[in-house]
């Protein structure tokens, strides 16, 4: 909530909104944000820093502007020729500071995300940036994205599910053998992205603290469908995505929604996604019942015959069963 309102002088300075798109969080000054002619109001604090989801709400609503005081001019340039991409692309950048960059990176496109009604090109080509980044830490250092999942997992679910899905189709998928850069960054990318439709159901539902009635489950069945027209007019999103978008609660069983297509016919990396999907839900405390253990989760997805790719199946089993991945992440 902004605080209370300051007159505009000659001491502030109008700088794009767009500016703090692909920063970090961290900012050694104060923001303001036009309210009226004669006012201005303290929106990110220098104490605090951005907070990515008012940001993406002041841009979604057609903020063109910001304030900061004059004095903090020189302190904003710096700031913003300093990109989350620069920084994170950085050979001298630490790996603490790594996870942390990453970390901003994912939140603020996430944020975007959500409060999307169509998915904009600049938003999909950010999310892909986002996604590259995943996979070139994951080759690079598998347990350092495992240590992402940990530091994620105490936060908001859809945040922190959206990235766990993307991880954990990407390790599935780097396992299978049969992926190379570009199909691993399609599978990030769709589990990334994969609940989007989520976003255009009524919180009442989406973030239920109980386990939904039939009548809300036949709503929330919808998010595929809902998920695929958000993104179907942005070119910047490979048609490889909107499968998975679409099908990631197909079951080779038929028994799937939203047009039951059997195992052959649903795309592969779909199934990848539905999986981590899955797995990511069940090892993740919800308001209705505790989290599953790794050893819990694994056992319940073999037992739920035709609803996962069994041989996927036994993939997810072999990763946890070869590191500490598991323990990093529940």
Request: proline residues 4%.
């Amino acid at each position: 909530m902004a605080d209370s309102p300051i007159n505009i002088t000659s001491a502030f300075k109008a700088v794009d909104i767009q500016s703090f798109r692909n920063t970090t969080r961290d900012i050694t000054f104060d923001v303001y944000l036009k309210i009226s002619d004669d006012n201005i109001a303290h929106v990110f604090s220098k104490s605090t820093g951005l907070d990515y989801k008012r940001l993406a709400q002041y841009i979604h609503k057609g903020v063109k502007e910001l304030f900061i005081k004059t004095e903090d001019v020189p302190a904003y340039e710096e700031f913003v020729a300093r990109t989350a991409d620069l920084i994170f692309n950085d050979s001298k950048t630490t790996q603490e500071k790594k996870i942390a960059t990453l970390l901003n990176m994912t939140e603020q496109n996430m944020a975007e995300i959500f409060v999307q009604h169509n998915i904009s090109e600049e938003t999909a080509e950010n999310t892909k940036k986002v996604v590259t980044n995943y996979v070139n830490l994951m080759m690079e250092s598998p347990k350092t994205v495992a240590i992402i999942l940990k530091l994620v997992s105490h936060g908001e679910y859809l945040y922190y599910h959206s990235i766990a899905v993307a991880i954990f189709s990407m390790f599935i998928a780097k396992a299978s053998g049969q992926f190379n850069q570009r199909t691993l960054e399609i599978v990030g990318m769709g589990g990334f992205i994969h609940d989007i439709g989520t976003t255009q159901i009524s919180k009442e539902i989406s973030c239920s603290p109980m386990e939904l009635t039939p009548a809300q489950w036949k709503e929330m069945r919808n998010h595929p469908k809902l998920g695929l027209q958000m993104i179907e007019n942005t070119p910047n999103i490979p048609d490889e995505v909107r499968y998975i978008v679409y099908q990631h609660h197909e079951e080779p069983s038929g028994h799937g929604y939203p047009n039951g297509l059997h195992g052959p016919v649903i795309y592969y990396p779909a199934k990848i996604v539905s999986l981590a999907d899955a797995f990511s839900a069940l090892i993740s405390k919800r308001p209705f019942r505790p989290a599953y253990t790794i050893e819990q989760a694994i056992h319940i997805l073999q037992s739920e015959t035709g609803k996962y790719d069994r041989e996927l199946v036994k993939i997810l089993a072999s990763i946890f069963s070869k590191s500490d991945i598991g323990s990093r992440a529940a």
